[in-house]
């Protein structure tokens, strides 16, 4: 593999600035799959020393150069404070069932839930980790949501088969809390379509 090709890769990742498909990237270097592979080994090996302050992030299907997360506290030194943003319960909520369910309209997270949920589902589209994927074909056309890249990045996952998957045993006692929690003492139904 031509170190000048590893060099192009890194270039390309450092001026984006964001996230690239990895097709897109072999494709601006005219590299095949398992080319492209190796240049990312290498570059993921070179940035794997603990004097590196970058790193090669993986979300999905594409790659990002990166600040560690351990020189957080030396960048912001420099750069103007991020903005920050606080997850309410309520939106914890609202997002675990995105997260989980996901292509999902906004009926399907309110019936889950109980309430609207107009006030959680645009905070979480106002701090990137939700947007529209499209409309359902149905009538109405209602709008459905998904996770975003920053969703991934925010929670440590390198893709949604990462999320953590719940038991039987688990489900049934996180049911039962909520019944009793919501006052409703009568058996709730087994439902095939949570993670298991």
């Known amino acids: 593999m031509q170190d000048k090709k590893i060099g192009a890769a890194e270039a390309i990742l450092f001026s984006m600035g964001h996230e690239i498909a990895v097709k897109d990237l072999a494709q601006a270097l ?22 590196s302050g970058v790193m090669l992030l993986y979300l999905e299907d594409h790659v990002q150069l990166c600040a560690k997360p351990s020189f957080f506290k030396d960048l912001i030194r420099i750069v103007k404070k991020p903005k920050t943003y606080e997850l ?8 675990a069932i995105i997260a989980y369910r996901q292509p999902v309209t906004r009926l399907d997270i ?48 390198s893709s949604l088969d990462e999320m953590p998957t719940f038991g039987r045993e688990e489900l049934e006692r996180f049911r039962s809390d909520a019944a009793l929690e919501a006052g409703d003492e009568q058996d709730l139904e087994t439902r095939e379509d949570i993670p298991v």
């Open 30 to 51: 005219d590299l095949d799959e398992e080319e492209m592979d190796e240049v990312l080994t290498r570059l993921h090996y070179k940035y794997s020393s603990e004097s």
């Open 88 to 95: 309410t319960e309520t939106m914890l909520e609202t997002l």
């Open 110 to 157: 309110e019936k889950i839930r109980g309430v609207k949920s107009d006030y959680a589902l645009n905070g979480l589209i106002e701090y990137g980790l939700v947007r529209e994927t499209g409309r359902m074909d149905s009538p109405g056309k209602p709008l459905l949501f998904g996770t975003t890249d920053e969703f991934l990045r925010h929670f440590g996952f």
